[in-house]
């Protein structure tokens, strides 16, 4: 008999781990897909420029006001939803809208369709991060936290390459293609058909969602915090205030120059190097598949191998790390003699600058207390989106429209943004980690 009851409660753990698999990729893929909605705009850039007649800047706002900032201001009043309502389904709906949007890009005819349609995007997509650490963190253990946090963010990256893949190859398809006698369709450009198929997808998400199961709010992987449920955000911002502010801002800072890399390398190779948008697709969707996703992982991994070890504050550790080798590649970039030199560096970077994207969320989590972990994740979202999506893209492209010439302007204020956020994000990380130091490593007693 005891051995039957051992087995039975081995299966049931079983069962319940491959539960937790099963929620993770879900999230993970679900993300992926959000991304190649998200960047593949990167890759159509020059068609899009040259058929409205934008700028620059006008082209960063797509990218940045449009989309970072509605994605970045509604991640808080989502987020207050999501800790009060079933995440589930705040993500099947978050899906559904964003997904409509993302067609709607392919219908736009002018500049200001076309930039509400993003706005949309935005808002549609901030309802998956929040959502889904919140949900993590309530089903998996403690001690696989934040490998299961950097898979979850892993998919960002796998869709940052994925978009311009895809996208890529459905932007080749849509330009062979015959649409004459199609309603809605035949009088369509190519960048409009590709927005539109890459909407597809949504439905076989939709349906995964559907499979998954709102779990109570009472989280294992927090169960030794001892903070009172019922704090309010605020309070819990303002008792940490130096924690979440080193934090929030090193992070984001790194995560930027990430997302201005994704943005405008492709602009780059096109204009200065004169490649292919479907060799830019190819080439440069395989780097920041490769690239990206290691270095998310292997910052997740490495952070639960320090912590495993008993090594004070691990996370900070680790994102320091990556900080130092972000702003030595950026210089060495900087002085690149060739095209094939400056991609591998710009891989190196992405590499590097992703190490923060799982480490940062979960260091949030372990660091909020119960009843504030979504909303404490929003504004940790708002922080990276308002600096990563918001002023990102859109400072890269009207430091080129107005300091540089139309020749080399986006690589040269791709240099100078990205060196000026590595040097930020060290000054930032740096405080983390020596704060942390200070108090054990311990997060949840990190108050000022």
Known sequence: ?????????????????????????VLSAAMAFSIIDRFALSLLFEPIKADLGLSDTQLGLLHGVAFGLFYA??????????????????????IAFWSVMTALCGFARNYPQLLAARAGVGVGEATLAPAGYSLIADIVPQRYLATSISTFQMGALLG????????????????LMDFDGIPLLASLAPWQ????????????FLALVLLIQEPNQNPPALETSVAPATIGLWKELRNKQTFYASLFCGAACLIAVNYANMTWMPSVLAREFNWSLP???????????????A??????????QLRRRGIRAP???VMLLAAAMATILVMISMIADSVWLLFGIVGAVQFSTAMVIGTGPATVIAAASTGVRAQVSAVYVFMINIVGLGIGPTAVGLMSDTFFDAGSGVLRSLHVFSLTMCFLSL??????????????????GFEN
């Open 315 to 317: 996370d900070a550790r």
């Open 427 to 444: 000054i930032c990380l740096t405080t983390l980690y020596l704060r942390s130091i200070r108090v054990g490593g311990k997060i949840n």
């Open 73 to 94: 201001t509604m991640g808080i009043p989502i987020a207050w939803l999501i800790d009060r309502w079933s995440r589930k389904w705040v993500i099947f709906w978050g």
């Open 295 to 304: 270095g998310v992982l292997i910052g997740g991994l490495l952070a639960d």
């Open 279 to 293: 060799s830019i697709g190819q080439r440069f969707g395989l780097l920041m598949l490769i690239t990206s996703p």
């Open 160 to 175: 940052g390459g994925l978009a311009f893949l895809v996208g890529g190859e459905v932007l080749r398809l849509a330009e």
């Open 1 to 25: 008999m005891t051995a039957e009851i051992g087995g039975t409660a081995t299966s049931s753990e079983r069962h319940k781990g491959l539960y937790r698999v099963f929620v993770v990729l």
């Open 193 to 204: 058909l590709t927005f539109i198929a890459l909407a597809l997808p949504g439905l076989i």
